[in-house]
């Protein structure tokens, strides 16, 4: 897959099928939309297009603490899903707030007409595009005899079917049901950072722990607590338990981290990159009365990993 920056250096081709969308998390039912338009593109000798906008619209125009907005994919993420998917471009229209006032009768003239060439317009039955949202479905369609190219809509029920939403995702995740979200996503739901300098207490009650560091601040990261993980070191995987939360047995300062625990493993590996798949949720967060009684705990939460551990194939994991 090819991606481009902004849609002006878009080679012309014959026959083009162009989507547009954020595609948060590239779930299952995105997935299906992508296999429609990878599968008329390819039927027909074309290439297939998507275009997003990126950094997300709420960002700009609410800002990114104000939106409450978390996202489930990174740029990356979902260049990568999106290319698995059979994908031939994908466009990435970079989102300004003067790029917010393009009506949407400019940006199909000057965007998919003029500069990708379009031949088949697919969206899904709900999206919107141009300024105040004024571009659908129902816009396009009305004014269809006006444009060079031919229009199919993705209907409700080729979506919902599947029951599954990036919002449903979200949730699933802030309660903890990483199953639900595995199901929606149709793999693990996944984060990557880098190893930083900690504390160091986990080591020194007999769990060392990598302390990670997202590379970008919008990525949602699910409930606090403790999780069953798979982690991925140099293309080498392993297993282990992560805490998320702000240690309230040992501080009182509310600072959230991130710290991994990882299985048979014992590596300086400081300043290193890792991804962590989320595979099963054990406990809540909580308060101990002493560092003691949370030593036992994580003894107990290991023991419990191991269990979790050994129901999945190495398929699953």
Known sequence: MIILEGADSF???GYTVVTIGTFDG???GH???????????????GVSIVITFWPHPRYVLQGEKESGLK???????????????????L??????????QTSSEDFIRNTLEGKLGTTHLVIGYDHHFGRNREGSFEYLANNIDDYGFSLQEIPRQDIDHVGVSSTKIRKALNEGKVDVARSYLGRNYEITGEVVHGE????????PTANIQL???YKLIPIDGIYVVKVIHKKTIYFGMMYIGIKPTVHDNNQRVIEVNIFEFDEDIYGEVITIDFLEYIRADKK????????KQIADDKIKSLNVLGKYTKNDK
């Open 71 to 89: 996202l489930l994919s990174t740029f990356d993420d979902k260049a990568k899903r999106m290319a698995d998917q059979g994908i031939d471009y």
């Open 31 to 45: 997935q299906e939309i992508l296999n429609k338009i990878s599968k008329q593109a390819k039927e027909n000798k």
């Open 26 to 28: 590239v779930h299952i």
């Open 215 to 217: 590379s970008e601040s």
């Open 288 to 295: 101990f009365e002493n560092l003691d009684l949370l030593k």
């Open 200 to 207: 160091k207490l986990g080591r020194e009650i007999g769990y």
């Open 11 to 13: 080679p012309k081709a």
């Open 91 to 100: 466009v990435k229209i970079p989102f300004t707030k003067e790029f917010s």
